[in-house]
């Protein structure tokens, strides 16, 4: 199932988890599935025992997990993470996820918007 261009002012997708056909057995897979001026939208399936070691983004970003359990450290702290988790980080903050068991979860970073504010 792969997101389709279309002539809506919007993206509709069923069934988000279905875009990452194969759940890797040792590795992290990730998919972009929208990109535009205002946001990057990234899913990530992760084997257990698999991470993303500490880093940083020039951007705010918000974490949703979809399904499985992880930890995601933010900076100073560590959360336990689940189905259901939503977490929004501001942009310079040091953070890493660890799965702990097979993890599927979506990244939004967030654009910086220039333009000027309506009235």
């Given amino acids: 199932m792969n997101p389709q261009p279309n002539n809506h002012p919007y993206l509709l997708i069923d069934d988000i988890a279905a875009l990452l056909e194969d759940a ?3 590795s992290i897979i990730s998919r972009t599935i929208h990109k535009d001026e205002n946001s990057n939208v990234v899913l990530f399936a992760f084997a ?3 991470a993303l070691s500490e880093h940083t ?3 705010s970003a918000i974490i949703q997990i979809l399904s499985g359990e992880a930890v995601i450290g933010l900076g100073e702290d560590s ?3 689940h189905a259901g988790t939503w977490i ?3 942009a310079r ?3 890493s996820v660890v799965a702990k068991t097979p ?6 970073m967030l654009q910086k918007n220039n ?4 009235a």
Avoid: F, K, N, Y
């Fill in 24 to 26: 890797p057995a040792d």
């Fill in 48 to 50: 257990p025992g698999q």
């Fill in 57 to 59: 983004a020039a951007s």
């Fill in 79 to 81: 959360c336990e993470a």
């Fill in 88 to 90: 929004h980080m501001q």
């Fill in 93 to 95: 903050l040091p953070h």
């Fill in 103 to 108: 993890l599927v979860m979506l990244l939004i």
């Fill in 115 to 118: 333009r000027p504010a309506e």
